[in-house]
């Protein structure tokens, strides 16, 4: 029962785990277990896609840590579905390596998103706003 208990309640951590996610999508053009035979500059869309990204999520978790408001989980929510769907808007779905890393990362974000969006969902505004840090 206890487990329960633990998922209904939006905790600190939540949020500095999505500040990890949004480096590691900023920095994950240049993970090392990536083929490197295309240029930067070839690249340069799918770089500025996860920088752009990463810097979002990133803000977003830093912002749900100071002060909760629903929208924030929903904008994360979009910006893990639009990091899934990347490859394919931007054509670099044949990068195999940097395809498995952004549909991970974007499930990642748009889980905790939904984490947090489902335990936030009843709370009223004045309860968000005396989340605890």
Do not use: C, K
Not at 34 to 44: C, H, I, K, N, Y
Not at 50 to 60: D, H, N, P, R
Not at 74 to 98: N, T
Not at 121 to 126: D, I, M
């Amino acid at each position: 029962m206890s487990g329960i208990r633990f998922f209904n309640i939006h905790r600190p951590w939540e949020d500095w785990f999505g500040m990890l996610l949004g480096v590691l999508i900023m920095v994950s053009p240049w993970f090392p277990m990536q083929a490197s035979d295309v240029v930067d500059v070839e690249r340069s869309h799918l770089i500025l896609n996860s920088f752009v990204v990463g810097m979002l999520v990133l803000g977003l978790a830093q912002l749900e840590y100071v002060a909760l408001h629903r929208w924030e989980e929903v904008a994360s929510i979009l910006l893990g579905l639009w990091l899934i769907a990347s490859p394919f808007i931007f054509g670099y779905a044949g990068d195999q390596m940097l395809q498995i890393w952004h549909a991970t990362l974007g499930a990642l974000v748009a889980i905790v998103g939904a984490l947090q969006l489902w335990q936030d969902w009843n709370l009223s505004e004045q309860e968000l706003a005396n989340h605890p840090q």
